[in-house]
């Protein structure tokens, strides 16, 4: 992992939520996700931070992109599906139904 890389900012980002600094963690996270490659666990994560701070559409979102990264990775692609089934109820499209 280099420093700037987004393997790097993942993890910083994730320490950052476990610790309760959610917006940082989200600004963290956002970055993460607009460099090259990115992974599904940084839209697993990402999903969660914005879950957290109760952006659920935001976080819905995060977890179906991840899913389109989740290729072979059925561990990730269930993680992914159970947070988005966690809070699917909470989402206004969703309600909108």
Same mark, same amino acid.
């Given at each position: 992992?280099?420093?700037?890389? $987004?393997?790097?900012?993942?993890?910083?980002?994730? %320490? #950052?939520?476990?610790?309760? *600094?959610? @917006? !940082? /963690?989200?600004? =963290?996270?956002?970055?993460?996700?607009?460099?090259?490659?990115?992974? $599904?666990?940084?839209?697993?994560?990402?999903?969660? %931070? #914005?879950?957290?701070?109760? *952006?659920? @559409? !935001? /976080?819905?979102? =995060?977890?179906?992109?991840?899913?389109?990264?989740?290729?072979?990775?059925?561990?990730?692609?269930?993680?992914?599906?159970? %947070?988005?089934?966690?809070?699917?109820?909470?989402?206004?499209?969703?309600?909108?139904?």
């Amino acid at each position: 992992m280099l420093p700037g890389s $987004a393997d790097v900012l993942d993890t910083y980002a994730w %320490a #950052l939520f476990k610790t309760g *600094r959610v @917006d !940082e /963690a989200i600004e =963290q996270l956002q970055l993460a996700i607009s460099l090259p490659r990115p992974k $599904a666990v940084y839209h697993y994560h990402l999903g969660q %931070a #914005l879950a957290q701070a109760e *952006r659920y @559409d !935001e /976080a819905m979102a =995060q977890y179906r992109l991840g899913l389109r990264f989740a290729v072979n990775d059925t561990a990730m692609e269930r993680q992914l599906q159970e %947070a988005a089934a966690s809070i699917s109820s909470k989402t206004s499209t969703e309600n909108a139904q």
